[in-house]
């Protein structure tokens, strides 16, 4: 299989001299292609930056970073789409600035509307979607860059349960169907465990790969049933060790 995200000992500090902050510390971490790997730590371990090194959006101070994909896309707790633009023009937005003539970026925004279950939405303003469909028409936009590596740091953070868990099924389907691989933070350690192929664990700061478990349950997983409570109360045990050994 090939490899997708390759982090070869890399170092972030931000800053200098007296000022200094050691984010990350000599971090390996291989993502191959159509992996779905999910990120764990305390928080200030590293999570965000680290994404935001593998998008480009920030520079390694140690170590090698390599990317193997034809374009790589971003999705936030917040959909961040444009309020004065309908859903299918935020969708077409992204397709226009990829060159995609007119024509096309009309048809190929409603594909995509439809595979984000959003078929009938179209016409309407981000304002009147709720978060969770506001999210929907983000992982659309992010499609519509022609991602092929979807980096996503807490997506579904601030979404209800039961819209969160609807959406773990969506986005299973579509990582499935559209072969992307996923980088995908969490503080949720039941969602890492429903979602992921692999859940890496961090340090606290500065982060370094603690442990990094594969989760073979047959999908689709259930985040309530047995399997993923059990690995995710071993995953949480382990956290918490870290977190306390940090504290003291
Ligand atoms: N641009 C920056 N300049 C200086 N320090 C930064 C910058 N971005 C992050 N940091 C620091 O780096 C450390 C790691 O931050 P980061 O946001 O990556 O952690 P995280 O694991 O994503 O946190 P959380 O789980 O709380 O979102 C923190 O101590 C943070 O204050």
Not at 36 to 51: D, E, H, I, P, Q
Request: one cysteine or more; a neutral charge; hydrophobic letters at 45%.
């Amino acid at each position: 299989m090939s490899t997708v995200v390759r982090i070869d000992d890399v170092t972030k500090q931000y800053g200098s001299g007296s000022n200094a902050l050691l984010a990350l510390d000599h971090v390996s971490l291989t993502v191959d292609k159509g992996e779905f790997v999910c990120l764990l730590g305390a928080s200030g371990c590293g999570k965000s930056t680290l994404l935001s090194l593998v998008a480009g959006l920030d520079k390694i101070t140690g170590g090698t970073l390599e990317i193997n994909g034809k374009h790589i896309s971003l999705m936030f707790q917040e959909a961040a789409l444009f309020p004065w633009l309908s859903v299918a023009g935020n969708v077409e937005l992204a397709l226009r600035l990829r060159g995609v003539g007119r024509a096309d970026r009309r048809k190929r925004a409603q594909e995509l509307l439809e595979i984000v279950r959003l078929g009938g939405f179209g016409g309407k303003r981000p304002h009147e979607l709720s978060g969770g469909m506001r999210q929907r028409v983000a992982l659309a936009r992010a499609l519509a860059q022609n991602a092929d590596i979807l980096l996503m740091d807490e997506p579904f953070g601030a979404l209800d349960a039961m819209t969160r868990d609807i959406l773990h099924d969506e986005l299973e389907r579509i990582w499935r169907e559209q072969e992307l691989t996923v980088l995908f933070v969490t503080h949720n350690v039941r969602e890492a465990v429903r979602l992921g192929d692999r859940v890496v664990l961090l340090s606290s700061r500065p982060g370094r790969v603690l442990e990094d478990f594969k989760i073979d349950h047959p999908r689709p997983r259930r985040i309530d049933s047995t399997e993923v409570a059990a690995q995710a109360a071993e995953i949480t045990d382990r956290l918490r060790a870290e977190v306390a050994r940090h504290a003291n």
